[in-house]
């Protein structure tokens, strides 16, 4: 199993006419787990990328998030990869989403919109 793990230091900068010292950044941990051969570094780095750029206007709300990449063998053929995200809320309670695709990309691509979609509600 391989995994990738990247924390990011973002500025919130949400209602400030001008960026926020130093010591109120916040981090977001982001753990990406590739199971079997559904992922390679590539992928995993893209997933990274894609729940990054999507938790970043929400960092005020979010500690950390999980990616985990693997084969769906439902049907027995192994044909589809299964990308599941949690994402860790503040102060506490999670969103979670999982989506399927033909190859890891859309899988991540599926899953990324569904968590940007609930991270919306819950802002709304």
């Not at 729940?51 to 206007?57: G, H, I, R």
């Not at 990869?81 to 994402?87: L, Q, R």
């Amino acid at each position: 199993m391989e995994e990738s793990t990247c924390s990011f230091i973002l500025k919130n900068t949400a209602g400030a006419s001008r960026p926020r010292p130093l010591e109120l950044m916040e981090s977001i941990r982001i753990e990406v787990i590739g199971d079997d051969d559904s992922s390679n570094a590539q992928a995993r780095t893209y997933a990274e990328y894609r729940v990054f750029a999507t938790l970043a206007p929400h960092t005020q709300h979010v500690r950390g998030a999980r990616v985990v990449l693997r084969r769906d063998a439902r049907d027995g053929t192994c044909d589809n990869v299964v990308c599941a995200v949690t994402v860790a809320l503040e102060p506490s309670g999670y969103v979670r989403t999982r989506a399927c695709g033909g190859h890891a990309y859309a899988a991540i691509n599926r899953a990324v919109e569904r968590v940007g979609d609930l991270m919306r509600r819950r802002a709304a």
